[in-house]
C-alpha cells in the first residue's frame, strides 16, 4: 500500500512538473495573473471613488446649492429658483431665455421670444447663461455675507459669461457687455491684468461703450493710480461725450486733486 501510495505520489509531482514545463501552469505565469487581478480591484476601487465624487458634484450643479454658499438670508440657497427679486434686476429679455421662460411670469409669450431672438440672433439660445452670471455677480456683490461665498459666486458667473462668450459671433451686439461683465469680476478677484485686457477688448469692438472706461478708471483710482485713472475717463468722453458716469467721475478727481 505504502508503495503504491509512494508511486501516485511520485506520479503526481511528475505530472505536475510536465505541466509546469510545457506551460499549463508556471509560476511566472500565476505570479502574473495575480499581479493583473490586482491592478484590477484597484482600478475597480479608483473607479468607484471618481464615480462617488462625480455623483456628489453632479448634486451640486444640479440644485445649485454648494455648500459654503448658504449665507444670504431671506432667500433661497439656489439660484434656479428664480427669486422675483432677483429676476427683477435682470435685464428684460432674461425672462423669455431658455430655462427662465419655464418659470417667470409672462416668460413663454411667444411673440416677446420671436422679438428677442430676431433681435440678438442665435446667441440669445445661450443668454440664459448670462442671466444666469448676472444673478451670480449679484449674490457675490450684493448678498453675500461671507468672502467664500463671495467668491465663489464671482467665480461661477464668470464660467456662465464664458459659455456665452464662446457662442457668441465677434460682432454679437452684447458681447462688449459680457466681456466687461466679465472684466469686473476678475478685478474683483484680484486678477486685474486679465480683467483689464478683458475692458480693453470690450473697448477695441465698441469705443463709445462707456462702462468699460467707467470700471477701470475705478480700479486705477482704488489703486492710487489718478494719473491713469484720469486718461482712462478722458480717453473715454473723447469716445462717449455725453456719458455723465465718465463726467462725474472726472469731477471727483479734480475735487481730490484740489
Known sequence: MKAQSSQR??????SLTQRVGTGVISNS????SQRR???????????????????????????????YAQD????????????????????????????????VPGGNNPDEIQRWSSMLGETFNAMHHYCYGLIKTNRGVLLSRSEQSRRFYLTDAIAEFDYVIKEAPPDFVLLPEILMKKGENL?????????NLLLQ???????????????????????GDLKNAREVLEKGLLASPDAKALKERLANLDAIKK
Request: proline share 8%; charged share 20%; hydrophobic share 40%.
Open 201 to 223: 477688448r470690450a473697448i477695441e469692438l465698441k469705443p463709445d461703450y462707456w462702462p468699460p472706461y467707467a470700471v477701470m478708471s475705478d480700479y486705477y483710482k482704488k489703486k
Open 37 to 67: 487581478f490586482l491592478s484590477l480591484m484597484k482600478a475597480v476601487r479608483l473607479v468607484g471613488g471618481i464615480f462617488r465624487t462625480m455623483l456628489a458634484v453632479g448634486v451640486i450643479l444640479a440644485t445649485g446649492v454648494p455648500t
Open 187 to 195: 478685478i474683483r478677484l484680484d486678477q486685474a491684468g486679465n480683467g
Open 29 to 32: 505565469h500565476w505570479l502574473a
Open 72 to 103: 444670504i438670508p431671506g432667500y433661497p440657497a439656489s439660484i434656479y429658483n428664480y427669486d422675483p427679486r432677483e429676476v427683477a434686476m435682470l435685464p428684460r429679455y432674461c425672462a423669455y431665455t431658455q430655462g427662465f421662460r419655464d418659470h
Open 9 to 14: 505520489n511520485i506520479h503526481t509531482v511528475t
